[in-house]
């Protein structure tokens, strides 16, 4: 089960500043859920806290029935997608996509049926062989996206500054994240301060103010 449960989550960071504060919520299997509110409310430390990114101070995350605290973030069956993408540019699109995999030590076999099946998902079965620093912008989105997927991840983790800046680059992503949703069912949790995403992309909508949430449409 790719449900996500959220029990009396606090940050406090080592300076004593209180980022986010009793945070409780529970999120559905196969839900696409957006966190939305001012910038510095406290989105992404609870979108890294479920990663396991940023330690918790105290509080729960399950996944399913298991409880997540304690588990590292490979082992978390999470995948998150990162700022600037975070792809190697002196290795091609495959060896970036498989990286994930041969770090779990997946035969040959199983991550290249993966990697054929996700590139034909996002459209980047010709570019396998090119460079990263070959391709396009949108590429480049759709190879972290499909590198994300590989792994068979329940949750899908994409904090804003993830996506591009440019317009159309930032239509393909959405669009790319509600496919991931809806014909890859996996969960995903999109962090966002932009309040027309919030309310487009998401089937759940989490506001939230100084670390605190607000209201759950
Ligand atoms: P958002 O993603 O909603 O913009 P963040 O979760 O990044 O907000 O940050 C929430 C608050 O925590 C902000 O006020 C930020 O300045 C503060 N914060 C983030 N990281 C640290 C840190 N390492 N030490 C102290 N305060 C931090
Ligand atoms: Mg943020």
């Known amino acids: 089960m790719a449900s996500v449960t ?14 986010v504060k009793d945070v409780s919520l529970s999120i559905g299997d ?3 859920v957006t966190f939305h509110g001012p910038s510095g409310c406290g989105k992404s430390t609870v979108l890294r ?3 396991g990114l940023e330690d918790i101070t105290s509080g729960e995350i399950y996944l399913g029935d298991s409880l997540l605290n304690d588990i590292l973030p490979r082992d978390r069956k999470l995948a998150m997608a990162f700022q600037n993408y975070r792809l190697y540019g002196y290795l091609n699109v495959y060896e970036n996509m498989a ?5 779990r030590n997946m035969p040959r076999n199983v991550i290249d049926t993966r990697l054929k099946t ?7 079965t010709d570019i396998l062989e090119k460079k990263i620093s070959a391709i396009s912008e ?4 759709r190879v972290a996206l499909g590198r994300a997927v590989v792994c068979h991840p329940k949750v899908l983790l994409v904090d804003e500054d993830f996506a591009h800046s440019s317009e159309p680059l930032r239509e393909e992503m959405l669009m790319d994240i509600k496919r991931i949703n809806r014909e890859l069912k996996i969960t995903v949790l999109y962090v966002t301060n932009n309040y027309d995403e ?3 992309l998401g089937t759940k909508v989490v506001f939230m103010k100084d670390g605190e949430i607000t209201e759950v449409k």
């Open 30 to 32: 196969g839900e696409l």
């Open 138 to 141: 949108s590429e480049k989105q």
């Open 49 to 51: 806290m479920i990663g």
């Open 99 to 103: 990286l994930g995999l041969r770090l």
């Open 6 to 19: 959220l029990k009396n989550l606090n940050k406090i960071y080592p300076n004593g500043f209180v980022s």
């Open 198 to 200: 919030a309310i487009t």
């Open 118 to 124: 996700a590139a034909e998902f996002f459209k980047i």
